[in-house]
């Protein structure tokens, strides 16, 4: 049993549970789909997002702008975005003037490649608070000898 929920945690603490804020200021990534020899304008939309609601809005907006078919996935492991054009075709970034690429973990241009992968990991802060919660509880009942 808990003293209080990872939900209630995180919102003492101020942060949301959708932490990937993309507004007017950070919402381009300019990419290129088969080498088409220029870049595309990628906006996405101004919303808070999740991890797995990011990659699904990343895939929409890349397909739909480039006429592509990519599949875009979140490691929960590596917390890095893979973007994947499919085999025999290809994807790149460019980071001039794509103001949301560091925002997803891309830090440096992204050359042509069936798969391109954030450079950063983008981690879920929810983790660490949820870890700390754990460890605060366990520390409350070791040292009150309480059981909660």
């Given at each position: 049993?808990?003293?209080?929920?990872?939900?209630?945690?995180?919102?003492?603490?101020?942060?949301?549970?959708?932490?990937?804020?993309i507004g007017a200021v950070?919402?381009?990534?300019?990419?290129?789909?088969?080498e088409a020899g220029s870049?595309?304008?990628?906006?996405?939309?101004?919303a808070t997002y999740t991890?797995?609601?990011?990659?699904?809005?990343?895939?929409?907006?890349?397909?739909?702008?480039?006429?592509?078919?990519?599949?875009?996935?979140?490691?929960?492991?590596?917390?890095?975005?893979?973007?994947?054009?499919?085999?025999?075709?290809?994807?790149?970034?460019?980071?001039?003037?794509?103001?949301?690429?560091?925002?997803?973990?891309?830090?440096?241009?992204?050359?042509?490649?069936?798969?391109?992968?954030?450079?950063?990991?983008?981690?879920?802060?929810?983790?660490?608070?949820?870890?700390?919660?754990?460890?605060?509880?366990?520390?409350?009942?070791?040292?009150?000898?309480?059981?909660?």
């Open positions: 049993m808990s003293i209080v929920s990872t939900a209630d945690v995180l919102a003492w603490l101020d942060i949301l549970e959708g932490f990937y804020t950070n919402n381009k990534l300019l990419m290129d789909y088969n870049d595309t304008t990628v906006t996405l939309t101004s991890p797995t609601t990011m990659a699904a809005h990343l895939e929409s907006v890349i397909n739909t702008a480039l006429t592509a078919s990519v599949t875009v996935s979140y490691s929960t492991t590596t917390e890095k975005f893979t973007i994947d054009a499919d085999t025999g075709n290809t994807i790149a970034l460019t980071l001039a003037d794509s103001t949301a690429a560091l925002t997803i973990g891309f830090n440096a241009d992204k050359a042509g490649a069936q798969a391109i992968t954030s450079d950063l990991p983008s981690g879920d802060p929810t983790n660490i608070a949820d870890a700390i919660h754990t460890h605060v509880e366990k520390w409350i009942k070791t040292y009150t000898r309480r059981s909660i």
